[in-house]
C-alpha cells in the first residue's frame, strides 16, 4: 500500500471489524506480520531549549522499536503519549516527534514516541509499544520519578491507537497496560471495520462503473487497469485537482459522498484532490488480510446498497447493485484474542476518560464518517458524555492549522482536569452536517479553495 505525506504525520492503510467481544473461536493461524522483521532507526532529534532528550531503541511487541523522549526542566509531572500514523511497508523503524512538541515543552509537559516494532496497518504493536514506552519513562530517562499522569494523542492510524489505548478491552487484554487520563485522536480511523470496507468499496465500485469490474475476488490485476479505470470516470487525472466526467464519474462522485459520511462543505474538494485519490486508487486489488495482518478476509458487502441518487432506488442503480461483484467477510477475521488485544484492536465505544476527536471534512482516505459511527458507538455505551467531536473545514487528510491543535490540546486537558465539558459539534445530524458554514465554529484557518466562514457582525 503506497505511503501518501501531509504536513501532519498520517496513516495509509485502513482497518475492518467493530467487532465487539464474541464467542467465535479465534484462527489458529499466525498472520504474516508475526514473522516480519524490521530495522529500529535510533532518532537523531536535537533537543530544545531548556529540555533534556533521551533517544534510542527498546524492547518492543515483534523486536526493537526506536524512542525519543524529552522532558522540561519545568516538567509538571505530566507524560503526553504520541502515536504516529502509518509508515507503509518498508524496513527501517522510525521515530515522529508531535506536531505541538514544542508548545508542550513550554507548558511543562514531557512528551515520548515510539517507532513501533513493525511498519504496516499494526495497530496492534502500535498500542503494545506505546504502553511499554510509558511504562519504561523512568528507566529510560536515567530515574526521573513515574509520571503523575498520562496523556495520549495521535494522528490517522495513530488516532486508532489512541482511541484504542483508552477502550475497556484493551485495558482487559494488552500486555502493556497504561490508564490514560484522556485521549486526543486526530484523524483517526475510530472504526476499524468501516475503514476498509470504505477502501474496498471504492475501489470496487469504481471499476464497476468504469466497465472493469471484476468477477472474482480480489482482482489480481486492479493496479494494470488502474489507468483505464481513470480514464473512463475522469475527465483529467493530471495536477493537484483530478476532474470527473459528468457520467460515471459523477456517479462515482456521489456514491462516494454517502459512503463517506452525507453531504458536507469541502466534500468535493477532498474528492479532487489528487494525493488523497492515489492513496485510495493505491489499494485496489487487496484482498481483505490488511497486507498479512490478519489471516483472513475482512472486506465484505453482501447486503451493501450502492447510491448515487436520493429518493426511491432507480432502475439504474438496482442494476448496478444486481451486477457489481459480491463478497462475504470471514466472521473469524478479527475476533477477540485470548491473553493479548486483537491483530487488530477494536474501537467500541467503551472508555472512561474524557476524548476530544479532530476531524477534516473533506478528508477521503479516512472520511469524516469515522466520527458519526464513533459517536454513535460511544453514545451506544452510555459514553456519549464522555466523547467531544470537532469539525474542520479542510480537504487533505490530517490537514490541521497549529491553532486549531492548542486549542484542542488545551480544551482536553482543561476539560481532564475541571470536568467542564468543552464545546463541539453535532457530527450525527445530517441537516446541521450538510449546512455551507459547518466546521466554521472551530475552524481557525481559511484553507486554499474552501469557502470562508462568515465574520461575526
Request: proline fraction near 6%.
Amino acid at each position: 500500500m503506497p505511503a501518501f505525506r501531509s504536513p501532519v504525520p498520517i496513516f495509509l492503510a485502513a482497518s475492518l471489524l467493530l467487532g465487539s467481544c464474541t464467542q467465535v473461536r479465534p484462527p489458529a493461524e499466525v498472520p504474516a506480520q508475526a514473522g516480519r522483521t524490521f530495522k529500529p532507526v535510533t532518532p537523531t532529534l536535537t533537543a530544545l531549549p531548556g529540555a533534556t532528550l533521551y533517544q534510542g531503541t527498546s524492547a518492543g511487541l515483534r523486536g526493537e522499536a526506536a524512542y525519543a523522549i524529552e522532558v522540561p526542566a519545568n516538567w509538571n509531572g505530566t507524560l503526553v503519549m504520541y502515536a504516529h500514523g502509518y509508515r507503509g511497508e518498508g524496513e527501517n523503524l522510525t521515530v515522529d516527534a508531535p506536531p505541538l512538541r514544542a508548545y508542550f515543552l513550554s507548558q511543562g509537559y514531557a512528551w515520548a514516541a515510539s517507532s513501533y516494532s513493525a511498519n504496516y496497518y499494526d495497530v496492534q504493536a502500535g498500542v503494545e509499544d506505546t504502553n511499554a514506552l510509558a511504562l519504561a519513562f523512568e528507566r529510560l530517562t536515567g530515574g526521573k520519578p513515574k509520571p503523575s499522569k498520562y496523556l495520549i494523542m495521535g494522528v490517522s492510524m495513530g488516532g486508532h491507537i489512541a482511541g484504542a489505548a483508552v477502550e475497556k478491552e484493551t485495558l482487559a487484554t494488552a500486555k502493556n497496560r497504561v490508564s490514560y487520563a484522556a485521549a486526543l485522536p486526530l484523524c483517526g480511523v475510530m472504526d476499524e471495520e468501516y475503514e476498509f470496507q470504505w477502501l474496498g468499496d471504492y475501489t470496487l465500485v469504481a471499476a464497476q462503473l468504469a466497465g472493469l469490474g471484476p468477477r472474482t475476488f480480489p482482482q489480481s490485476n486492479y493496479q494494470e487497469l488502474l489507468p483505464a479505470i481513470k480514464q473512463a470516470l475522469f475527465t483529467s487525472t493530471e495536477g493537484a485537482l483530478w476532474t470527473e466526467n459528468s457520467g460515471q464519474g459523477a456517479r462515482l462522485r456521489e456514491i462516494a459522498r454517502r459512503l463517506t459520511g452525507g453531504d458536507r462543505p469541502v466534500f468535493e474538494l477532498g474528492f479532487r484532490l489528487a494525493g488523497t485519490q492515489n492513496a485510495v486508487f493505491g489499494t485496489g486489488g487487496a484482498d481483505g488480510t490488511l497486507n498479512g495482518i490478519l489471516t483472513r478476509r475482512l472486506y465484505g458487502n453482501e447486503g451493501r446498497v450502492y447510491r448515487w441518487t436520493d429518493g426511491p432506488l432507480t432502475a439504474a442503480e438496482k442494476t448496478f447493485n444486481d451486477v457489481i461483484l459480491r463478497v462475504r467477510a470471514d466472521p473469524a477475521a478479527n475476533v477477540a484474542r485470548p491473553g493479548g488485544l486483537r491483530w487488530l484492536p477494536a474501537v467500541n465505544g467503551e472508555f472512561s476518560v474524557p476524548v476530544l476527536t479532530l476531524h477534516t471534512l473533506g478528508d477521503f482516505y479516512v472520511p469524516f464518517r469515522h466520527q458519526q459511527l464513533y459517536r454513535q458507538a460511544a453514545q451506544a455505551n452510555g459514553n456519549g458524555d464522555r466523547l467531544v467531536q470537532r469539525a474542520i473545514r479542510a480537504a487533505g487528510h490530517c490537514e490541521f492549522d497549529g491553532a486549531e491543535l492548542v486549542e484542542a490540546f488545551n480544551d482536553l486537558v482543561t476539560w481532564e482536569r475541571t470536568g467542564v465539558r468543552p464545546a463541539g459539534d453535532d457530527v450525527l445530524t445530517a441537516a446541521t452536517v450538510a449546512s455551507p458554514t459547518y466546521g466554521c465554529r472551530f475552524t481557525r484557518k481559511t484553507r486554499a479553495g474552501v469557502e470562508a466562514c462568515p465574520t461575526a457582525p
